[in-house]
């Protein structure tokens, strides 16, 4: 008899698992997809805005992990890999623009000269004389950013150069983020022995290297997600799980509709908040990690903009919290990917981690709220040809200190044929998705289940 599966929750990290399932199983397994939502894909999602494919969830990849290109060569895409052309981002703060700091890692700096003009005179003493202050440092220790480098750096390097970042990663904050997440290899370059945070950040740096940090998929996310659901080749349940249990050697999932879907093996691939519902009588443990893992929310309002809107060459804007603007970044699309008609594509993403801006902001705010940041910003008075808001409720997962022991918690929590999947394991980002996806399909073959 050939193997079963349950795959819930239809976003990249299902499918991917999905399509791992298939390829180690083969064509007789009997794979099942639940998800409830209107289409798959979760957080990665194509709408056509100004009459152009436009991706209003994750619209980029990081190409220094090999997951994603790895992924599209698997898939025959690699020559869908769209690359930016070059344009730089802005940082809003003190109601100025300034240039991204250059050579920190995720806004860190490993010398005071990147932050000019950023940060007062004090702040810049205080980065210069950092290496001369003894650094008390445990290896293994994971402190939340904001206490690193507002010790040792100040908190206007916090504020003004690393949150930024953080909140375009994360929706988060330097205070909700652990070091070890958000910056592994300075926290590997400490555990190492250096003795100040430059030290650190220095031995840290990427080599300096034109090639792109990210990609994007030619025709929007919807290209691969398309093609991983043709290749996994799964029936696919347009309803929510509500429960799983145990049923003789393997399981039974069980719907909101009342149905139950039977499986020799179950991937979970829900965003942590959805975990614990369906499995805390199976793996208490592991639902109480998952209770444990705090999430934002963000909206993101797409415009296309008349062609010869006057837009600055600039990628991007990231703001600092506390400037007189409601959006927190904003991405000069046609900038960084190219033009692609007659319209100039906009994108600003509202929602930091503790306001309630994205749930509670209705569609014509955001839209006005965009229009009033875009003329303070640059000076110019928007017409939108077309325009469209997404919210995204609760699907930015927090990567707190401890961040990858509470991890550890909640796997050793589950049952041999049941596995995880998803944006808050090994890394919120696209690439780490699939990485952590293909261990969780791993693990289930591992574990038996594949024949
Ligand atoms: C606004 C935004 C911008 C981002 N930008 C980028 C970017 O540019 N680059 C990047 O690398 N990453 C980015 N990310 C992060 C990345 O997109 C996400 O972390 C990733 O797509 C999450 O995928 P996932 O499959 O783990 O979860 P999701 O995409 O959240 O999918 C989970 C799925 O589970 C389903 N589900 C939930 N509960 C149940 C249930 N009980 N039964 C059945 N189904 C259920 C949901 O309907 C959903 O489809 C961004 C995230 C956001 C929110």
Redesign the pocket.
Known sequence: MSASYCV???????LVAAYRLRLAAGPRAQITL????DR?????RTERVGGQPFDV??????VRRPEMLDLLDELGLAGRRLSPTGTRPLIYSGARMHQLPQGTVQGIPAQASSLLGLVDDQTVARILDERARPLKWTPGADPSVAELVGDRFGPQVVTRSVDPLLTGVY?GSSTTIGVRSAVPSVAAALDRGARSLTEAVREALPPPSNAPVFGAVDGGYTVLLEELRRRADVRWAQ????RVDRHGRGWSVLDDEGASWYADGVVL???AP?LPL?IEHIAPQTAAAARRIRVAS?A?VALALPGGTPLPQQSGVLVTAGERLNAKAITMSSRKWGRRGNVEMVRL?FGRYGDDMAANTGDDDLLAWSARDLNTLFGVTVDPVDSHVHR?ID??PQYGPGHGELVAELRAGLPPTLAV???YLDG????A?VGTATRAAAELVRGGVAR
């Open positions: 819930v929750g239809g976003g990249i990290s299902g639940l998800d409830p939502a798959l894909g979760g957080v990665l969830g994750a619209e980029a990849f990081i929706a309803v929510t799980a509500v691939a829900v965003p959805h369906l963000a993101v993403s995204w699907a930015m999947a998803g944006a919120i980002g696209v690439p998705c």
